[in-house]
Each structure stands twice: as structure tokens, then as C-alpha cells.
């Protein structure tokens, strides 16, 4: 049963992407090339999305805990520093270009244009490059305030 | 190249894919973030990490063009720049930036702002913000 709620919340968020027009990197690019061929759609999918997620997320959240887990598994940061303001901006600059991010670039795999295979597998190469020098980074955040520390 | 404006069924999708938000988050009790669902799966993983869950989100994700296909008789629109060293750039910047800043466009976009996460507010109006530049130089400036 869990397994299959997960596949199923998998196909209705690429179906989702399909309609909404965000599979297609054409049109993604037009809603943020406003001097050019803008069209406003992208704005429409955010718009349709956050209204089912706002109240859908209060109202499931007032449960004590999800129907296959103990606890909700929530953010809790508040704080954003230089890494985390350059990671959306790279990611931003990656978005623009491309016109893919994340779940469309995987949902419009099957559909098989060349475009797509390289974004998806350089995408993968990006994530765990990401991954390797944020482990980097909290190490060498660690031994500077250990050796501080020590002063 | 010129898009259709879509405001009904970019709605309805949006709509889908917030139902899918709340479901799992009803369910599992986790932010449909799509980076962290990949990155999560990819090396180097903490120990303990159950795979499972985000393999078979993804197979969901995989599925969905297939079925569409099934169902409507014909591919849905779409145009991928055949630029592959662009297309390879992007995908490199997507990738790193994302894992970097914790989310992507469902997480922060549209999870984290639904949520009122001050943080994925920053996040969104960052990327909204150099995405957009990102375009205004590839169309206008260098005119790709």
C-alpha cells in the first residue's frame, strides 16, 4: 500500500507537469523571457499548485503523524548563509538556460530527445559533485571551529 | 519560439501536482522536493537512508509520459533545444546549485512558499530572479 501511494503521488506529479505545459523547456524559458515571447503560464501552474498545497498541508499536517511514518518530517532551518543563496542561484542560472529543472527534465525522459539525456545525466553528475563538496565543506567548517576553539 | 498561453490547463496541472505535495505528505509526511528525492538516491549517501521510497517516486515520475501517451494518442508538445553543450551546462548548474541550496522549483517553489518557509521565499525569489537574467543574456545578449 505505501509503495504504491508513492508510485501513484510519482504519476500524478509528472502527469501534472505534462498538462501544466512545464515538461515542455520552451515554455518554461517564455514565462521568464518577459521582453520576448513571454508567455504567463508558468505563473498559472505555481498559482494552481501552492492553492491545493497551502490548505492541503494544514489541514494533513493537524493530524498527529503520517498515515506510514511516526513523525512529519518538516524543515526546521530558518537561517540561510552565502551556500545556500549561490545554490539557488546557480540553480536558477541552470533553470534558465536549459529551461529544465529537476522533476521535468526526469518526467520528459521516456520522450527521448537528445537535449533532454544530456541535461539529466550532467544534472546527476552536478548533484553528486554538490553532494562530495558540501561533505567537503562541513568538514573544513568543523576543523576551523575546532581549531578556533582551541585558541 | 512562441508558446500557447495555457492558464487552464497550467492550473489544473498545478493543481495535480500540488495534490501529489499533499499526498505525500499526508502519507509519508515528507516535502515533495524533486532534487532531494533524486539527490537522495545518488552516492555518497548517509547509512540508513531507505532508497525504496524515492526509486519508486521516480519510477511514478518515468511513467507518466508512457501512460500519457497510451491514453492520448500522441506525444506531448514540447521543444528541446539541440544545443547539447548548452543543455549540459544547464543540467551541471541545475544539479550542483540545487543540492547546494537544499531545493528546486517543487521543494522551495512550491512546497517551501506554501509553508511560508522564509527561507524557500529567498530561495524562490533568487532563482526566479537569476533564471530570469539567465535568459534576458542567452536571447537578447548573446541572441541564442
Known amino acids: 500500500m505505501k509503495n504504491l501511494v508513492t508510485l501513484i503521488a510519482g504519476l500524478m506529479f509528472g502527469t501534472g507537469l505534462i498538462l501544466s505545459g512545464m515538461a515542455n523547456p520552451a515554455k518554461v524559458q517564455n514565462f521568464l523571457d518577459l521582453f520576448g515571447t513571454w508567455d504567463p503560464s508558468l505563473a498559472f501552474v505555481m498559482?494552481?499548485?501552492i492553492a491545493v498545497t497551502m490548505p492541503g498541508f494544514w489541514l494533513v499536517t493537524r493530524r498527529a503523524k503520517p498515515f506510514f511514518n511516526d513523525v512529519f518530517h518538516l524543515p526546521t532551518r530558518t537561517d540561510f548563509d552565502k551556500r545556500f543563496?549561490?545554490?539557488?542561484?546557480?540553480?536558477?542560472l541552470g533553470w534558465g538556460l536549459g529551461g529544465f529543472c529537476p522533476g521535468p527534465a526526469v518526467t520528459a525522459v521516456p520522450l527521448a530527445a537528445q537535449g533532454t539525456i544530456v541535461f539529466v545525466v550532467t544534472m546527476l553528475i552536478g548533484m553528486v559533485a554538490a553532494k562530495y563538496f558540501?561533505?567537503?565543506?562541513?568538514r573544513r567548517t568543523w576543523d576551523l571551529a575546532g581549531k578556533t576553539s582551541q585558541l | 519560439m512562441e508558446t500557447e498561453f495555457t492558464p487552464i490547463l497550467s492550473l489544473l496541472g498545478g493543481g495535480l501536482i500540488g495534490a501529489s505535495a499533499v499526498l505525500l505528505m499526508a502519507t509519508h509526511g515528507r516535502i515533495a522536493g524533486i532534487s532531494g528525492i533524486?539527490?537522495?538516491i545518488l552516492p555518497p549517501r548517509s547509512a540508513g537512508q531507505?532508497?525504496?521510497?524515492g526509486v519508486l517516486f521516480v519510477i511514478g515520475l518515468l511513467l507518466s509520459a508512457p501512460i500519457w501517451v497510451l491514453v492520448y494518442g500522441q506525444s506531448p508538445v514540447q521543444t528541446v533545444s539541440d544545443n547539447l553543450p548548452l543543455l549540459g551546462a544547464a543540467g551541471i548548474l541545475v544539479g550542483?546549485?540545487?543540492v547546494l541550496g537544499n531545493?528546486?522549483?517543487s521543494g522551495h517553489g512550491v512546497c517551501g512558499i506554501s509553508r511560508l518557509s522564509g527561507r524557500s521565499i529567498v530561495a524562490t525569489v533568487t532563482f526566479m530572479s537569476s533564471a530570469f537574467i539567465a535568459v534576458l543574456l542567452l536571447r537578447h545578449v548573446i541572441g541564442a
Open chain 1, 47 to 49: 498559482g494552481g499548485a
Open chain 1, 85 to 92: 543563496v549561490s545554490g539557488a542561484a546557480i540553480f536558477g
Open chain 1, 134 to 138: 558540501v561533505l567537503w565543506w562541513d
Open chain 2, 38 to 40: 533524486i539527490s537522495r
Open chain 2, 50 to 53: 531507505s532508497l525504496s521510497q
Open chain 2, 96 to 98: 550542483f546549485g540545487s
Open chain 2, 103 to 105: 531545493g528546486c522549483t
